[in-house]
């Protein structure tokens, strides 16, 4: 790669053509190492689906193959963690988008697929979206097996690819598919060798069965539909299953609930490879919220109980547009005319979460898109997003996103 091309001037100094030449080579070193592991995956996968097919050939080569787990980005390892806490790197992803670690992404496709499911994942990442300036994956449907693939609703599909293309990717994609159904050994070993390459496997709903039947949930955080999370954990002992949540981010496992939780993994995604601000570009474009933090639950237990209030979304929106203020349980259960106790009950029946963990929720997320779109200070932004101070707003960062606002913006600002 070459080195970069820099302008000097007063502000950018030394200091600066030394940052950029460390973050080129630390790019080309990351690139290569991905390189390696996708070709290893292809090999394996290439092989094993000839091997099904009765084609002859030297298998022993393949078994030997390095399968180095790890993520793709593989220079930092992050602990296993519920979802909504994104890491990112110093120098990764790169600036520009063809040099981001997600771009190449394949769907599986088998007989039984749900088709809403699946459909979630040719929006979130198959749509081209060039046409307001956003990044476009390389995306396939890969169908496991030979022939047109019947949905569980009845109809059927034609995938123009095989699980040779689904070798290349960065992303794996399963839908949902039945929980006590057996998955084609093919599809299996597509998401084992995608891990052992260093890429990433990510299932919505009940395609969470599937990667526990290719051994990937074992000793990892994992969830599906709510009604299904006692079967996950009966069928894969070794899983540690999460009830309720909306998605978990293991690193290279990502799992997600039922239906439209998928959304919110795919965008968890879009996230952490292109920052904020791209990826409430694409939940704006699909018209659902720019974020749900992974640990919010899935579903509502018990019911709202009758009020003669008006509905939260009012001050929902309101909250987003005055972070700024006063918004401690005190200040907002006066604004609703309620008592303190009676609003915490109520915010929570509402939204699944606290009020003090969705207030800060979102003054995360203004914090990264002024830290992304300007150049004003940590301490400037933490006063404008309701933090006060910049070490309140480094506290409630990192235990958020697992960097610091320092870290964020040199990953992703404009």
């Known amino acids: 790669m070459a080195e970069p091309d820099l302008h000097l001037n007063q502000q950018n ?3 600066l053509m030394v940052r950029a030449v460390l973050r080129s080579r630390l790019r080309s070193r990351a690139h290569e190492i991905v390189g390696v592991r996708r070709e290893a995956g292809r090999e394996r996968v290439v092989a094993y689906v000839a091997n099904q097919a009765g084609q002859t050939g030297e298998q022993g080569h393949q078994e030997q193959e390095s399968s180095g787990h790890g993520s793709n980005h593989a220079l930092i390892d992050f602990p296993p963690r519920v979802a909504g806490k994104t890491p990112c790197i110093d120098f990764l992803p790169e600036l520009i988008y063809s040099d981001c670690m997600l771009t190449n992404v394949a769907v599986l496709a088998w007989d039984g697929m749900a088709p809403f499911e699946f459909g979630v994942l040719c929006e979130s990442f198959g749509t081209d979206r060039s046409d307001e300036g956003l990044p476009v994956m390389d995306f396939a449907v890969c169908g496991v097996l030979p022939g047109p693939v019947r949905t569980s609703l009845g109809f059927t599909i034609q995938p123009d690819h ?8 960065d992303l794996v994609a399963v839908p949902s598919t039945g929980i006590h159904a057996r998955v084609p050994e093919p599809a299996l070993e597509a998401m084992r060798a995608a891990v052992d390459r260093g890429a990433r496997v990510l299932s919505v709903c009940s395609g969470a069965f599937a990667v526990g039947q290719a051994g990937l949930l074992d000793g990892r955080e994992c969830t599906t539909h709510w009604r299904y999370t006692d079967a996950l954990q009966q069928q894969f002992p070794l899983a540690q299953v999460i009830p309720e949540v909306l998605y978990v981010d293991t690193g290279q496992v990502i799992t997600s609930a039922g239906s439209a939780a998928g959304l919110d993994a795919a965008l968890h995604l879009w996230r952490l490879e292109y920052g904020s601000a791209i990826a409430s570009r694409v939940a704006r474009r699909m018209v659902v919220p720019p974020q749900r933090a992974g640990g919010q639950a899935q579903f509502i237990a018990r019911p709202v109980p009758d009020y003669s209030a008006e509905t939260l979304g009012p001050l929902l929106g309101w909250i987003i547009e005055n972070l700024g203020e006063d918004l401690s349980v005190e200040a907002l259960a006066k604004r609703q005319h309620m008592s303190a106790r009676t609003f915490a009950r109520r915010f929570r029946a509402e939204t699944g979460v606290t009020p003090h963990s969705w207030v800060t929720a ?22 404008e997003v309701g933090f006060g101070n910049a070490a309140a707003l480094r506290h409630h960062f990192g235990r958020v996103r697992g960097v610091s606002p320092q870290d964020y913006r040199r990953a992703f600002s404009a």
Not at 162 to 169: F, P, Q
Not at 362 to 383: C, K, P, Y
């Open 13 to 15: 100094g030394p200091d």
């Open 162 to 169: 095989d699980l040779g293309r689904a070798a290349e990717a």
């Open 362 to 383: 979102q003054r995360v997320l203004a914090a990264e898109e002024l830290l992304e779109r300007t150049d004003h200070a940590v301490e400037w932004i933490a006063g």
